[in-house]
């Protein structure tokens, strides 16, 4: 068995993809020569949630993160893809692993992480510019990448843009580090299949033939390395947004305070409000709210997670939508954030920000997004029943694997491999 171990993220990647395999033969090779399983996520089935339970083992009543973004109760304000590493309150990989030599490149909430190398995307925001670059570690890591292979584009990252040229940027960033920097674990997130997902639509040929090309260029790279292939969940179409804060609105429960003429939420006084992430929505909920705030929004499924950082309520889009965190009803008084890429100041998830807005553009001369729900083609967040809808495990070797195979269960799978090779 191989000592060193790669862990290709591809997210989106899913179980019935592999009933095509003429769409991804490099993938398919592998899960022949090894094993692969549906890996149920863990819910709420998004990125930074899902990320970390992959990687302690712990589901997000232990682990705290509850979604990608969640209402600081403290500082009365909503985070959204915040990155410190102290958000994750339980050890991951590289803590369990302490003795391994460990880099990862593009994971959530990898800043200040104990790995011995690390890339994520941290740009700066001057007065004059947003200057593009990448936190890590050690210092001047990212530079030396720079010099060789150019500078990594964020607008291939999220946007109107985003595309193929982020993951070929880190798969060949993977392909240096794996090779001069000699880890003994590396991961490594690939995330074209979510924007594509998203834009065109679920398991579109082109995008499975794309990302899986990446990966065969990337496996001769890693010479007798062991490789992982793990993806958070699958994407399902979807054919329109609800919009719970109109709703928690007309119920008297949501409050706007109007600042030079937009609206903005106003998390003091609202008896209730969401923070909206993909197919999943926290109902943060003054004392005494719970049961109005249910009422206002009649449509859903609702559930909850034990943490401190969790809504009141947690409401679960029907298979077919997604939320969106409007607020307002006329379009006059939308915050400007409204109509750019803005993923901090949005009290959630906008996959709008993967369109532009050419009417606005015209009228304004200025670059703008889009705010029409049902241009996104497809979304995820719940946790199908279906295991052909979950996420991926996949092994270029065999292992011993359970039959049922849930996200809980990868981190204590990484760590047997180390364990059974005696090192």
Request: proline content about 8%; some cysteine; charged content about 20%.
């Amino acid at each position: 068995m191989n000592k060193r171990l790669v862990i290709l993220n591809i997210v989106g990647l899913a179980p019935r993809h592999f009933e095509r395999p003429e769409l991804i033969p490099n993938l398919v090779a592998l899960a022949r020569r090894g094993v692969m399983r549906p890996m149920k996520p863990s819910f709420p089935a998004v990125t930074c949630s899902v990320q970390a339970t992959l990687l302690t083992g712990q589901p997000p009543s232990v682990h705290g993160i509850v979604g990608n973004g969640w209402f600081d109760r403290e500082n009365f304000e909503v985070k959204f893809w915040d990155q410190p590493a102290a958000l994750v309150q339980a050890p991951r990989l590289w803590d369990l692993l302490p003795e391994k030599k460990t880099a990862v490149l593009f994971w959530q909430n990898s800043m200040f992480i104990n790995a011995d190398i690390v890339v994520t995307p941290r740009p700066l925001h001057t007065d004059a510019r947003l200057v593009q670059w990448c936190y890590s570690k050690p210092a001047g890591y990212y530079e030396k990448l720079q010099a060789e292979i150019g500078g990594f584009k964020l607008q291939n990252y999220w946007g109107p843009v985003a595309g193929l040229g982020s993951s070929r940027w880190i798969a060949q960033a993977a392909r240096l580090t794996w090779q001069r920097e000699q880890p003994d674990l590396m991961l490594v997130y690939l995330p074209h299949l979510d924007y594509s997902s998203q834009k065109l639509r679920p398991d579109q040929p082109a995008a499975l033939r794309e990302i899986d090309k990446i990966v065969g260029e990337l496996l001769p790279e890693l010479g007798d390395a062991g490789v992982l292939v793990c993806s958070e969940y699958a994407l399902t179409p979807v054919t329109g947004a609800l919009f719970p804060n109109r709703q928690l609105r007309a119920a008297g429960l949501l409050r706007v305070r109007e600042i030079a003429g937009k609206e903005y939420l106003d998390f003091e006084l609202s008896d209730a409000f969401a923070v909206v992430d993909h197919q999943i929505a926290h109902i943060y909920c003054k004392p005494g709210k719970i049961e109005a705030a249910r009422r206002a929004l009649p449509e859903v499924e609702f559930t909850n997670i034990a943490h401190s950082r969790a809504g009141e309520l947690i409401a679960v889009a029907p298979v077919d939508k997604w939320f969106a965190y409007y607020w307002w009803e006329d379009w006059g008084k939308a915050p400007e954030f409204a109509f750019t890429v803005d993923i901090h100041r949005k009290p959630g998830y906008d996959p709008c920000e993967l369109w532009f807005d050419y009417r606005r553009m015209a009228r304004t001369f200025r670059l703008a997004t889009g705010t029409n729900p049902a241009q996104v083609k497809s979304s995820h967040g719940r946790v199908d029943a279906d295991p052909r809808n979950w996420g991926v495990f996949l092994s270029d070797a065999p292992m011993e694997l359970p039959e049922s195979f849930a996200a809980t269960d990868f981190a204590p799978a990484v760590q047997r491999h180390f364990s059974e090779i005696g090192c």
